[in-house]
């Protein structure tokens, strides 16, 4: 077994700021992802690396960044927050690209 | 435009009552569908899954069933029990080809003692 954890679980930020979420896995997986859960809006990909130095465009990637610093931690940068996207951002990672995803607990971004 | 598409959003059930969540797709290149299970404050996890090859698929209390020439799934929870009471996401992708999934908006379910 393993885990994903992901810090902070809460993040609070000023308009325009710019904020990190990390993430970190222990499964030893190749390829992680973080999506963004809106309320009744369902996941929705943002950025996803298959390998260590890989990075992939999800659905939503404009305003955010990512890096892949290592093959455990997948961090995402949010580059101006915006009260709009108050959300909770969840990082998950699987063994390869098809194979069954494992998520952590989320962070909750609140933008004031 | 939204792929995969949950119905209804909410969901309430006595306890033993049998649940149904409902899930439609579009794209029909689509070959694999997970249903994730998601309690507050945490992330979701796998519940159970199925491939287009497959028209029902059971484990325990939870049962997808396929329908491939009308592009909709479902879920069904016998004998509901409180603890079932969470939010469920119906998914899809191409299996094996390490394309994205696509998930549904999710379905509350609250069972009720």
């Known amino acids: 077994g393993g885990i994903i954890t992901q810090t902070p679980k809460f993040l609070i930020g000023q308009e325009g700021q710019k904020l990190t979420l990390k993430c970190q896995q222990n499964f030893n997986h190749d390829t992680m992802y973080w999506y963004r859960q809106d309320s009744g809006k369902g996941l929705r990909l943002i950025y996803y690396s298959i390998t260590e130095n890989d990075l992939q465009k999800g659905d939503l990637s404009e305003g955010y960044d990512a890096s892949r610093e290592k093959k455990s931690s997948f961090s995402l940068t949010v580059t101006s927050a915006q009260k709009n996207e108050m959300a909770v951002f969840l990082c998950?990672?699987?063994?390869?690209?098809?194979?069954?995803?494992?998520f952590g607990p989320g962070t909750r971004l609140t933008v004031l | 435009q939204q792929q995969v598409r949950q119905s209804p959003q909410s969901l309430t059930v006595w306890e033993g009552e049998t649940a149904i969540l409902n899930c439609s797709y579009e794209d029909s290149t689509f070959n694999y569908f997970p249903w994730y299970q998601q309690f507050p404050g945490e992330g979701p996890a796998l519940l159970i899954s199925?491939?287009?090859?497959?028209d029902k698929k059971e484990d325990g209390r939870f049962t997808i069933f396929f329908n491939k020439r009308e592009k909709k799934l479902s879920l069904h929870i016998t004998d509901s029990q409180p603890g079932d009471s969470a939010t469920y996401f119906c998914a899809a992708r191409q299996q094996g080809t390490g394309s994205k999934l696509s998930f549904g908006k999710g379905a509350k379910l609250t069972v009720s003692p």
């Open positions: 199925i491939s287009s090859v497959s």
């Open positions: 998950a990672s699987s063994r390869g690209g098809a194979d069954e995803q494992y």
